[in-house]
T-cell receptor, first 110, second 114 residues
Framework: QKEVEQDPGPLSVPEGAIVSLNCTYS??????FMWYRQYSRKGPELLMY????GNKEDGRFTAQVDKSSKYISLFIRDSQPSDSATYLC??????????FGAGTRLFVKA | GAGVSQSPRYKVTKRGQDVALRCDPI?????LYWYRQALGQGPEFLTY????????KSGLPNDRFSAERPEGSISTLTIQRTEQRDSAMYRC????????????FGPGTRLTVT
């Protein structure tokens, strides 16, 4: 079992839809939870991070962590074609070793 | 400012040859990471440097892989006696602090071993 599991998709939605991306993890010691966005042929870029449980909102993006169920979510409101990318969830214990999920490919159709 | 750069962007080599992949992190960044990313997968941790000190190399697959960061800036990942299974995208990332969730990734080096 991988430490961070993520449905690879692809997920296809119409423009303006609310998108929900999810991950599960197995390591109870994880404290930091990140979402990276990766466009085709580019390196990942940090989108959001959350420390421990709770919600964090940044514009159209909301990250949620539920440590009791080991569940990580990213919501995208009013999705745009420019949001089409692979979204990677990632976790670490507060040290330097970050574990990434496999990524979910998202397509937002105009 | 300039981001993380990697060279070469593409490398094709014959099985058995040695290759050296270079990473130039963001200026002033303390931490440097090497990852390997297979197609359709997330980055897989290889090794970590805090300044010039290699503090974790637990992700290096075997002793054909080595990395250095002698002056605490540019880093080189070396693969000796390459094998076809080494073919992958190799990514470098840097971060401003020692323990940081915020990593800035380079464009990667696509290695193909024929």
């Amino acid at each position: 079992q991988k430490e961070v599991e993520q449905d690879p998709g692809p997920l296809s939605v119409p423009e303006g839809a609310i998108v929900s991306l999810n991950c599960t993890y197995s390591n109870s010691a994880f404290q930091y939870f990140m979402w990276y966005r990766q466009y085709s042929r580019k390196g990942p870029e940090l989108l959001m991070y959350t420390y421990s449980s709770g919600n964090k909102e940044d514009g159209r993006f909301t990250a949620q962590v539920d440590k009791s169920s080991k569940y990580i979510s990213l919501f995208i409101r009013d999705s745009q074609p420019s949001d089409s990318a692979t979204y990677l969830c990632a976790s670490n214990t507060g040290g330097f070793k970050t574990i990434f999920g496999a990524g979910t490919r998202l397509f937002v159709k105009a | 400012g300039a981001g993380v750069s990697q060279s070469p962007r593409y490398k094709v080599t014959k099985r058995g040859q040695d290759v050296a992949l270079r990473c130039d992190p963001i200026s002033g960044h303390v931490s440097l990471y090497w990852y390997r990313q297979a197609l359709g997968q997330g980055p897989e941790f290889l090794t970590y440097f805090n300044y010039e000190a290699q503090q974790d190399k637990s992700g290096l697959p075997n002793d054909r892989f080595s990395a250095e960061r002698p002056e605490g800036s540019i880093s080189t990942l070396t693969i000796q006696r390459t094998e076809q299974r080494d073919s992958a995208m190799y990514r470098c990332a840097s971060s401003p602090d020692r323990f940081s969730y915020e990593q800035y990734f380079g464009p990667g080096t696509r290695l193909t071993v024929t």
